[in-house]
């Protein structure tokens, strides 16, 4: 995955580790690709069948490393050689530990933790950015990543659902803890390169809110720059 986080932040990134059932690798991978975009690195433990040793080695590693570990609780999770092995692991090592649940609870040492419910689409498939948004608030609120984290993912949203999930995300932090001077100017800035974010109603209207509210502290250069791109 490429790494498309915005040079105005250099900081070490978030590292999360993703435990799943190689039968759930498609679901992973989304999450993986989302959280990427606010500059979070997710290791996918299985996306082959077979664990050979040096991936052991690797997998080891990365529970060490990693801030937060997120097993996907799914009947294929319960039924894997390795994954509750990787759960152990992490209680012990005291990792921030977010259970999701697919299709079951947290059991054993997992269930003094809170697990988050996916929200369905209308087909029972997962709505995995509703997901990505509701995995983000925790870590968010568990200061694990900050303001700029949500400025990096609302900038880099690709399509319009995308662009749609990341402002409300945006617009819950901003109201929970208001938005520095600097990175007001960050978020205009970098908006105006996306015409994603210009495209998308959602977006385009929480911007407006966000700019009204705070343009008395942006620069007259950055006023009249937004003025020009027609951002809004």
């Given at each position: 995955?490429?790494?498309?986080?915005?040079?105005?932040?250099?900081?070490?990134?978030?590292?999360?580790?993703?435990?799943?059932?190689?039968?759930?690798?498609?679901?992973?991978?989304?999450?993986?690709?989302?959280?990427?975009?606010?500059?979070?690195?997710?290791?996918?433990?299985?996306?082959?069948?077979?664990?050979?040793?040096?991936?052991?080695?690797?997998?080891?590693?990365?529970?060490?490393?990693?801030?937060?570990?997120?097993?996907?609780?799914?009947?294929?999770?319960?039924?894997?050689?390795?994954?509750?092995?990787?759960?152990?692991?992490a209680v012990a090592l005291a990792k921030l530990i977010v259970p999701i649940s697919v299709e079951a609870d947290p059991?054993?040492?997992?269930?003094?933790?809170?697990?988050?419910?996916?929200?369905?689409?209308?087909?029972?498939?997962?709505?995995?950015?509703?997901?990505?948004?509701?995995?983000?608030?925790?870590?968010?609120?568990?200061?694990?990543?900050?303001?700029?984290?949500?400025?990096?993912?609302?900038?880099?949203?690709?399509?319009?659902?995308?662009?749609?999930?990341?402002?409300?995300?945006?617009?819950?932090?901003?109201?929970?803890?208001?938005?520095?001077?600097?990175?007001?100017?960050?978020?205009?800035?970098?908006?105006?390169?996306?015409?994603?974010?210009?495209?998308?109603?959602?977006?385009?209207?929480?911007?407006?809110?966000?700019?009204?509210?705070?343009?008395?502290?942006?620069?007259?250069?950055?006023?009249?720059?937004?003025?020009?791109?027609?951002?809004?």
């Amino acid at each position: 995955m490429v790494d498309k986080s915005p040079s105005y932040k250099s900081q070490e990134r978030v590292r999360v580790f993703i435990s799943n059932s190689y039968l759930d690798r498609s679901m992973a991978t989304k999450i993986r690709n989302r959280l990427g975009e606010y500059g979070i690195s997710v290791y996918i433990a299985h996306n082959e069948r077979e664990v050979s040793p040096l991936i052991r080695e690797k997998i080891l590693e990365n529970i060490n490393s990693t801030a937060v570990f997120i097993p996907f609780l799914t009947r294929n999770f319960f039924t894997s050689e390795w994954t509750m092995q990787e759960c152990g692991a992490a209680v012990a090592l005291a990792k921030l530990i977010v259970p999701i649940s697919v299709e079951a609870d947290p059991v054993g040492y997992l269930s003094k933790y809170t697990s988050i419910k996916p929200v369905r689409d209308p087909d029972g498939s997962i709505n995995s950015e509703a997901l990505c948004n509701e995995i983000l608030k925790l870590l968010y609120v568990k200061g694990i990543i900050a303001t700029t984290d949500a400025i990096r993912g609302f900038t880099n949203a690709m399509t319009f659902t995308e662009a749609n999930y990341a402002a409300e995300f945006l617009k819950d932090v901003e109201e929970t803890d208001g938005i520095s001077v600097e990175d007001v100017t960050v978020l205009f800035t970098a908006s105006m390169d996306n015409l994603i974010l210009k495209g998308s109603f959602k977006a385009s209207k929480i911007l407006a809110e966000i700019l009204e509210k705070y343009k008395g502290s942006l620069s007259r250069e950055t006023m009249e720059q937004l003025s020009q791109r027609k951002i809004f």
